[in-house]
């Protein structure tokens, strides 16, 4: 470490240290001659294990921000290259980065994250108009720098790039994960501005909820399921930020500049006064103009009303040529008449599962519609909840719709608490009450069968597991439900046989136990499952084949479980 006191290259006095990272230090310098502060950054070669890589990063951060003159970016003054540390000599910034803020206040005022959006917008679109443009990659709070004045810096240019446009895709993965965009890692692509724009939206939605993306439950809600009061403009424009698919998110600084401009005019309840303002421009224009249409009058708003109504909303959505109009329909519907649950289950299996896929975005809408308040002081979720059956009906959808189906794969944690809403029911019928309780207790295993208490015993075993497991599919669940629940809820017992049979069998469970399920399986294939008679015979025919085959993948899991030493039948 640089001596408190010691003159660098004969020019700069260290005065003291104001801060340090995992690779580097960073130290508050004064140049005598001068008379002008500066900061050092020094990383040392014994610092880090792989010293040459990060060298060239840094080579690499100095060269760009040479070429760079913009009132929120740090000047680079000097590179002192040694032997044995590498001395970046830059710009002094006065401040704290936002990180710090968050960790000593939580949540941001509304306010000034849109002021700091802007001017982070500002550089960015600076970076991405060089030729070639540059790309930040890494931003989050703890990379902007909040100075006395109220102004941001951006600072850590480690992960920037020159975007290339004969590149597919980018060799390394840069960026810190919860804030980086989908592209950044596992070879999606190359990353452009629009991955910039996802960082910023990451940063945004930190900032102003105060929940770290990085941090459980690793995803982003929107912004007012934490708090209602927040804009409902600028929750969307942080959730077009984040879109998975770059095509889907903002495509320029610009673009996102002037929604950032304007995010109160994006507000539900500004289009609210809006339309109302229009709807008595209209209304006294009418009376005045065509008092003498009083009849054609009544019948307009006879017709308005009908559309305006909750049926029509209903009946819109099932009409509807694409699934964004599907949405919005049921949207609508459920703003009008929140307590009724028609809207709430058919958004969630008509739009949002009918690809079998309840997506993370799709997931962040569905909670932002049950979180939003309008004009009153209660959120839609609380009409539903007065509707005690509708509500626990719509809550073991939900429980479905995530165990099953959540990101193509389902998360058996995230249904949990909807299906202990359902679970404690004494209205909703037997059967669904009933799975409730057990696929509730089984999400709970996927978090506890590898955990212990602090006797270090295992608070669950795979016997539990297996009772719950065995009981979900008997009966006929063709009868008891649908064929493709039945096929979903079939496939899932296979696959557990097959994955986890040593370990069944460790818990007590026979191979013969183990067979007879497999086979039980087989023949409802045969007896309940007739693609035939079914509107999609050919997704229930594919979902059927591809059971059969995993049976026998799976018998030869438990063979090779009885095979091993000790194994019993």
């Known amino acids: 470490?640089?001596?408190?006191?010691?003159?660098?290259?004969?020019?700069?006095?260290?005065?003291?240290?104001?801060?340090?990272?995992?690779?580097?230090?960073?130290?508050?310098?004064?140049?005598?001659?001068?008379?002008?502060?500066?900061?050092?950054?020094?990383?040392r070669k014994d610092g880090v294990s792989n010293y040459e890589v990060v060298r060239q990063n840094l080579i690499a951060e100095t060269d760009i921000l040479k070429k760079l003159s913009h009132p929120h970016l740090p000047s680079i003054i000097d590179v002192i290259d040694c032997e044995d540390t590498f001395l970046i000599v830059m710009d002094y910034i006065e401040g704290n980065p936002l990180s710090s803020a968050l960790k000593n206040e939580g949540a941001q005022p509304q306010e000034k994250v849109v002021e700091w959006a802007k001017q982070i917008c500002d550089v960015l679109g600076y970076l991405h108009s060089?030729?070639?443009?540059?790309?930040?990659?890494?931003?989050?709070?703890?990379?902007?720098?909040?100075?006395?004045?109220?102004?941001?810096?951006?600072?850590?240019?480690?992960?920037?790039?020159?975007?290339?446009?004969?590149?597919?895709?980018?060799?390394?993965?840069?960026?810190?994960q919860g804030y980086a965009a989908p592209e950044q890692f596992g070879g999606h692509g190359q990353t452009d501005a629009r991955t910039d724009i996802y960082c910023l939206g990451a940063t945004l939605y930190h900032l102003l909820t105060g929940h770290n993306p990085c941090l459980p439950p690793y995803e982003m809600y929107p912004i007012r399921y934490w708090n209602p009061?927040?804009?409902?403009?600028?929750?969307?424009?942080?959730?077009?930020?984040?879109?998975?698919?770059?095509?889907?998110?903002?495509?320029?600084?610009?673009?996102?500049?002037?929604?950032?401009?304007?995010?109160?005019?994006?507000?539900?309840e500004y289009k609210k006064v809006q339309n109302r303002k229009w709807k008595t421009f209209l209304a006294t224009s009418i009376l005045a103009v065509a008092a003498?249409?009083?009849?054609?009058?009544?019948?307009?708003?006879?017709?308005?009303?009908?559309?305006n109504s909750y049926e029509q909303y209903i009946k819109n959505a099932v009409s509807a040529t694409t699934k964004e109009d599907r949405i919005e329909n049921y949207r609508k519907a459920i703003y009008l008449e929140p307590s009724q649950s028609t809207a709430y289950v058919e958004l969630l299996n008509r739009a949002f599962l009918e690809d079998d896929n309840f997506s993370q975005d799709e997931a962040a809408q569905m909670i932002g519609i049950l979180g939003y308040k309008g004009q009153g002081s209660r959120t839609n979720?609380?009409?539903?909840?007065?509707?005690?059956?509708?509500?626990?009906?719509?809550?073991?959808?939900?429980?479905?719709?995530?165990?099953?189906?959540?990101?193509?794969?389902?998360?058996?944690?995230?249904?949990?608490?909807?299906?202990?809403v359902a679970s404690n029911s004494k209205k909703l019928e037997g059967a669904k009450v009933e799975r409730s309780k057990r696929l509730g207790r089984i999400a709970g295993y996927y978090a506890s069968l590898n955990s212990s208490n602090k006797a270090g015993d295992s608070t669950t075993t795979y016997m539990d597991y297996w009772n719950d497991l065995t009981e979900l599919v008997s009966g006929n669940l063709v009868e008891m439900d649908n064929a493709k629940t039945a096929l979903i809820m079939y496939k899932e017992m296979v696959y557990q046989i097959g994955q986890n049979s040593l370990k069944f069998k460790s818990s007590g469970v026979s191979k013969a136990s183990m067979t007879e399920e497999l086979d039980m399986v087989a023949s409802r294939l045969t007896t309940d499952i007739i693609?035939?008679?079914?509107?999609?015979?050919?997704?229930?025919?594919?979902?059927?084949?591809?059971?059969?085959?995993?049976?026998?993948?799976?018998?030869?899991?438990?063979?090779?479980?009885?095979?091993?030493?000790?194994?019993?039948?």
């Open 381 to 420: 979720e609380s009409y539903l909840e007065s509707n005690d059956l509708a509500y626990e009906d719509f809550a073991f959808q939900m429980g479905l719709a995530y165990y099953y189906y959540y990101e193509g794969k389902g998360n058996p944690s995230m249904s949990q608490a909807w299906f202990e």
């Open 531 to 569: 693609p035939e008679n079914e509107n999609n015979p050919e997704e229930i025919r594919g979902l059927k084949e591809e059971i059969q085959e995993n049976i026998e993948w799976a018998e030869t899991q438990v063979d090779i479980a009885f095979s091993t030493s000790g194994g019993g039948e």
């Open 1 to 43: 470490m640089l001596e408190i006191g010691s003159i660098i290259d004969g020019k700069y006095k260290i005065l003291n240290k104001v801060g340090q990272g995992g690779m580097s230090v960073v130290y508050l310098a004064m140049n005598e001659r001068a008379n002008k502060q500066w900061a050092i950054k020094e990383i």
């Open 130 to 176: 060089r030729k070639p443009p540059i790309i930040y990659r890494d931003m989050k709070p703890s990379n902007v720098m909040l100075k006395p004045d109220g102004n941001i810096m951006i600072i850590d240019f480690g992960t920037a790039r020159e975007y290339k446009s004969s590149s597919l895709e980018d060799t390394t993965c840069l960026g810190t």
């Open 292 to 307: 003498f249409a009083s009849a054609i009058g009544f019948k307009v708003a006879e017709t308005s009303a009908s559309k």
């Open 229 to 268: 009061r927040l804009s409902s403009g600028l929750e969307e424009i942080i959730l077009k930020c984040t879109q998975k698919n770059p095509d889907d998110r903002y495509q320029s600084c610009a673009e996102l500049m002037y929604a950032l401009e304007h995010y109160d005019e994006l507000d539900h």
